[in-house]
């Protein structure tokens, strides 16, 4: 971690003070902060400069850090600094309630700028714009350098105690990370050459995606390397992307486990803030939750103590210091994030359009000494999908109880402009007029010129739909005519639809030095690369399995139809397979499923003869995922209903006895839909296979990720029943991996018989 700070994250660390308050700021201050600095920067008379860098090295006791910044105009000839900040508050508001963050950070500037220039004083400005109304007002100070002196000696005093802490871990993280050696007595076949291969990716400031068998151990081999690589100094840093829970859990245990074998780095886990939260209900206001209120004044003491006492700043460690100082354990971690070389964290917090990290994702030098590993990356194509997706109705916006006659008025209006739009089902639009999107725009500011004024909590109705707004025009700023249309589902309601994310996931990639993509299932290799956005320079690298492919019996009984037409009628005969499969031996179980409903179906059928189902619900909780899957480790026999590509039927480790076989009905295939047709249609303009884009290859996916399940280990034997008439097509059994053998079998006493022999 060098001794680089940018004056914002300085600032940020040692002066915040006071209350968490979630406040409700204008969309504009992200979408249109630019613009509005421009327009004022335009403004400035010719002696003035625009964007400043400013640098410089500030000593503290015991050391120096190098401070960078960007002044937003200098007048060179007056000495003055001007700081521009967009808000939503009036003068008033600011005059009572100043800003101290926003001059401490001006202060910072004056500060580097006077020493570079040998001045005496320097002078101050911090110009405000309102969104409203563009209304500008400005604030002016002239301070002595010998002010600004002493005001630095206090921030660097603060900083100290947390920078001699960084410093002295530093050497002893490095050199820990460069002696580190691998945690087991041997690498599994495959897993020494995925290591290889992305540490050489590291080194190479490319892009790599790996396919490796579910069980070698992709977790261990990209983070081994990728921590081997920041001790030679190649890298600073690495964010683990998963969109699981369960995988965040694996990434944190091996971490863990290097940690028993002499690493010392700081690693910080991302969790959810509805997740993370200590308070009885999610409420992020000082009179609403403990934690929020005086927040920042404990934040440096907890810094300090969970630093001083711990490497790993998992969930559970950093909601236990959280609760000693009395700290918002999701503010926490964020901060903590500043000073951990590892991030572990979902999706969201690298490509999403609004819930990314701000403080990774906007330090492009930070980024450009990061690597990204993202896994089980074969589901970032359809959650890329859904980030950059959204939906409106005229029916939402006219349940809604509004606050004021203006703003009711404005719902009114944009709820008519949307039954205008989507009058016709099943209408596509490559564009819609500026007065649809000026409706919303007028309607959000309203809403937030009311909110930043309100002193009681928002109707929660009316705050969601003010942020379903938000988002709505936040993803427009991501719209091309390629790979996004607007689409009605239904009458009165409007679809915005990312068909192609690979442009969005693209733009991401981009901004960090390496990328590492890994899955069990990126096959067909071309399909991923395009979709995740890895672009043409990408490498990729396929394992073969380093398990005996002997030591699984995958049975399939053709003409055994289980389309939806003919559901009802092949249901006696899927539930007499199905009890052969999972009580000729006594074992655990898992049968899968490409519904709740066709699960609920066949678990109806099968409640004669089962006695040990274990069904998954449609709403579960974290504890109610982790107590459905501890069952399987601690008793037997144990027969799991599931739904394919849910929480069970990916990144869960059932090894040995804990999970004997695995059933899975039907190919999986996303059901025919208006918006699926229309991801097929996009493709098959470029010139792919549309219909393998848009409904087999994310299906048979799914498929191979849920058999993954069954061998974790070269000691593992277990059975795999596919049901479903299509299997043996030619074009799908290509797909499926090489090494299964499947077998078919004429009737269930043919199973049975196949299931014997195969134990014997």
């Known amino acids: 971690m060098k001794n680089h700070w940018s004056v914002r994250k300085l600032v940020a660390l040692t002066l915040r003070s006071g209350d968490i308050d979630s406040g409700f700021l204008s969309h504009k201050r992200a979408q249109e902060g630019i613009r509005l600095h421009q327009k004022l920067q335009r403004d400035y008379p010719p002696s003035f400069q625009s964007e400043v860098e400013i640098t410089g090295t500030v000593a503290y006791d015991g050391g120096e850090i190098h401070l960078e910044g960007r002044i937003d105009g200098v007048d060179e000839d007056a000495n003055l600094l001007d700081e521009i900040k967009s808000t939503v508050y009036t003068k008033e508001a600011i005059d009572a309630r100043p800003d101290e963050l926003h001059w401490a950070q001006l202060k910072c ?76 007595d041997y690498f599994r076949p495959g897993q020494r050459d995925m290591a290889v291969a992305v540490y050489n990716m590291i080194q190479s400031e490319g892009t790599l995606l790996v396919q490796a068998p579910t069980g070698i151990g992709k977790t261990i081999a990209t983070l081994f390397s990728s921590i081997k690589a920041i001790g030679e100094g190649l890298i600073g840093g690495v964010f683990y992307a998963t969109g699981r829970s369960t995988q965040k859990t694996v990434a944190t245990d091996t971490l863990a486990l290097l940690k028993e074998k002499g690493l010392r780095i700081k690693s910080t886990e991302l969790v959810a803030k509805e997740k993370a939260c200590l ?18 004044d404990r934040l440096l003491d907890g810094i300090v103590d969970i630093y001083d006492h711990a490497d790993l700043f998992d969930g559970p460690t950093v909601a236990r210091y959280a609760e000693m100082h009395r700290l918002c354990p999701f503010e926490f971690a964020l901060d903590l994030s500043n000073l951990s070389p590892i991030l572990i964290g979902d999706y969201n917090y690298i490509f999403h359009p609004k819930s990314y990290l701000e403080r990774l994702m906007e330090d492009r030098d930070r980024l450009k000494s990061t690597c990204l ?36 008025s404005l719902a009114e209006d944009l709820a008519e402009k949307i039954r205008a739009v989507a ?173 709740y409903a066709y699960k609920d179906q066949v678990y109806a059928a099968c409640t004669e003869w089962e006695e040990c189902g274990h069904d998954q619900a449609r709403s579960m909780t974290e504890k109610e995922r982790a107590d459905y899957i501890d069952r399987f480790r601690n008793e037997r026999p144990v027969h799991g209903y599931g739904v394919m590509g849910g929480a069970f039927s990916e990144g869960v480790d059932l090894s040995g006895e804990a999970l004997m076989g695995v059933s899975i009905l039907t190919l999986s295939l996303p059901g025919l839909s208006r918006e699926r047709e229309l991801i097929k249609n996009r493709f098959n303009r470029l010139g792919k296979d549309g219909y393998a884009y848009a409904y087999t290859y994310p299906g048979l996916t799914k498929v191979v990720q849920a058999a993954g399940r069954i061998i974790r280990s070269h000691s593992d034997r277990g059975q795999l029943l596919l049901l479903d008439d299509r299997y043996l097509r030619p074009d799908i059994r290509a797909l499926l991996p090489a090494h299964w053998q499947v077998e078919t079998v004429a009737s269930v006493d043919d199973m049975i018989e196949k299931i014997n022999a195969f134990w014997r």
Request: hydrophobic residues 40%; proline residues 5%.
């Open 109 to 184: 500037y004056g500060y580097l700028y006077a020493k570079a220039k040998g001045l005496d004083e320097v002078h101050l400005r911090l110009t405000y714009i309102r969104i409203e109304d563009e209304d500008v007002f400005r604030y002016e100070k002239t301070m002595a350098f010998a002010e600004l002196d002493a005001f630095m000696d206090e921030v660097m005093a603060r900083f100290q105690r947390i920078q001699k802490r960084l410093a002295d871990f530093e050497a002893l993280s490095l050199a820990s990370a460069k002696a580190l050696r691998f945690p087991y």
């Open 279 to 296: 308070n009885d209900t999610l409420n992020c206001t000082p009179e609403a939750c403990p934690y929020a209120k005086g927040h920042f």
């Open 373 to 408: 590993l993202v896994d089980e990356a074969h589901n970032l194509i359809d959650r890329g999908r859904d980030m950059y997706s959204s939906s409106l109705s005229a029916e939402e916006l006219e349940s809604v109880d509004y606050p004021t006659k203006k703003i009711k």
């Open 423 to 595: 009058a016709v089902e099943d209408t596509t639009y490559d564009r819609l007029d500026d007065e649809f999107s000026e409706s919303v725009e007028d309607f959000i500011d309203a809403a937030a010129n009311y909110l930043a004024r309100l002193k009681a909590e928002p109707e929660e109705d009316f705050l969601e739909l003010y942020f379903r707004l938000l988002d709505w025009q936040n993803l427009n700023l991501y719209y091309d005519e390629d790979r996004f249309t607007f689409f009605v589902p239904e009458k009165n309601k409007l679809r915005l639809v990312c068909l192609d994310p690979s442009r969005v996931l693209s733009a991401r990639r981009e901004l960090f030095r390496s990328a590492v993509y890994f899955s069990a299932t990126l096959s067909p290799m071309d399909y991923h690369s395009y979709c995740l956005g890895a672009g043409e320079d990408r490498k990729t690298m396929v394992l073969d399995s380093p398990f005996d492919p002997a030591h699984l019996l995958i049975l399939h009984p053709p003409g055994l139809s289980t389309k939806y037409k003919d559901r009802a009628r092949t249901l006696p005969e899927i539930s007499r397979y199905l009890q052969a499969f999972s009580t000729t031996r006594e074992g655990n179980f898992i049968h899968f499923f490409p519904s």
